[in-house]
């Protein structure tokens, strides 16, 4: 009885920080980095990259702590559910699916961080053929990291929420359960923008995914605690 109560209560808190680091880093992204984004022009995004270089690698680092922050929030949610037999080689492997992602999200990541800023800078202190060669490779490079991150590390994510979702479904009430069916639709849109090169898609898909999640987590974060207390009586 008390390691399960334990399992609720890390999970609970797991949600929380999940939630938290995950509006951090929303944040990061509509104040910080779309600036630097497909949303502004390319002579505003080369600007800002090369002037706020580490505004850029601060919003970028909060997304590196929002793939390792889901990572944790699904190893505990999967651990809190262990116990069913049924469904716990399931939650395992969402977990695993988990860890690919955030490898995929970290090289993506690293290529925003640790190479575009370079390119940008080489784009505006040459010319000619010089410059509009490196636009291609900025232009290729981060439609590469786009891909990685927006399409496939995001539907891994989706992919593995979805199987914690449906695992579990008995095990929650409606909120918890519309909120995670958005939550996949959402992620799905969200990788097919990518996919698409969408670039209204893939903002409009970021505003509604940042809040369903937040609503997802926190309703979790409520009802595992819940069951810790059930659990201690």
């Given at each position: 009885m008390p390691e399960q109560y334990n399992r609720w209560t890390r999970l609970s808190k797991a949600a929380v920080i999940t939630a938290v680091v995950h509006l951090i880093a929303g944040l990061f992204m509509a104040i910080?980095?779309?600036?630097?984004?497909?949303?502004?022009d390319l002579s505003d995004r080369l600007s800002f990259i090369t002037q706020h270089w580490s505004l850029w690698i601060c919003g970028w680092l909060s997304w590196n702590l929002a793939a390792l922050a889901i990572l944790y929030f699904y190893f505990c949610f999967a651990d809190a559910h262990s116990e069913d037999n049924s469904s716990s080689s399931l939650l395992r492997f969402a977990v695993l699916l988990t860890v690919a992602g955030v490898a995929i999200d970290f090289?993506?990541?690293a290529i925003e961080v640790g190479v575009l800023p370079n390119l940008a800078q080489m784009i505006l202190v040459h010319s000619g053929s010089l410059a509009n060669s490196s636009i291609e490779i900025f232009l290729?490079?981060?439609?590469t990291a786009v891909m990685m991150t927006g399409c496939l590390s995001n539907?891994?994510?989706t992919l593995s929420a979805a199987i914690l979702i449906i695992?579990?479904?008995r095990s929650?009430?409606?909120?918890?359960?519309?909120?995670g069916f958005l939550l996949v639709?959402?992620?799905i849109g969200l990788s097919g923008a990518c996919l698409l090169n969408w670039v209204t898609g893939m903002f409009l898909y970021n505003v509604i995914l940042l809040p369903i999640l937040i609503i997802w987590l926190l309703a979790i974060a409520y009802e595992s605690r819940l069951k810790a207390k059930m659990v201690q009586e």
């Open positions: 910080v980095l779309r600036q630097g984004l497909d949303t502004a090289c993506a990541e290729a490079l981060h439609r539907e891994l994510y695992s579990t479904w929650y009430g409606w909120i918890i359960r519309g909120s639709v959402a992620g």
